[in-house]
């Protein structure tokens, strides 16, 4: 079982930027890609950012590319979301997930960007 805990969200001024933490728990190598989803209230869960485990590789939303940043420690466990030059429209809560099979996801964290 693989367990996830996010970190990181706040309230932050439009063009500031924040960083989230997603720790991983469990069996964590059975975890074929790490992403970060976002929640706005009224709107579907959307994808913002993703990672495949064995390769690296990196995908984005077309809101994150240029201003968002998926990346891990392999050392802590952890796959982070830093990203910059927020905007209102990013206010969310954000969720880690881990596809293990199917999906695992976080408790959420909640970001705020104010105008």
């Known amino acids: 079982q693989v367990q996830l805990v996010e970190s990181g969200g706040g309230l932050v001024q439009a063009g500031g930027s924040l960083r989230l933490s997603c720790a991983a728990s469990?069996?964590?190598?059975?975890?074929?890609?790490m992403s970060w989803y976002r929640q706005a209230p009224g709107k579907q869960r959307e994808l913002v950012a993703g990672?495949?485990?064995?390769?690296?590789?990196?995908h984005y939303s077309d809101s994150a590319k240029g201003r968002f940043t998926i990346s891990r420690d392999n050392a802590k466990n952890t796959v982070y979301l830093q990203m910059n030059s927020l905007k209102p429209e990013d206010t969310a809560v954000y969720y880690c997930n881990a596809k293990v099979g199917g999906n695992i996801w976080g408790q959420g964290t909640q970001v705020t960007v104010s105008s």
């Open positions: 990672m495949i485990s064995s390769s690296g590789r990196t």
């Open positions: 469990g069996s964590i190598f059975s975890i074929a890609a």
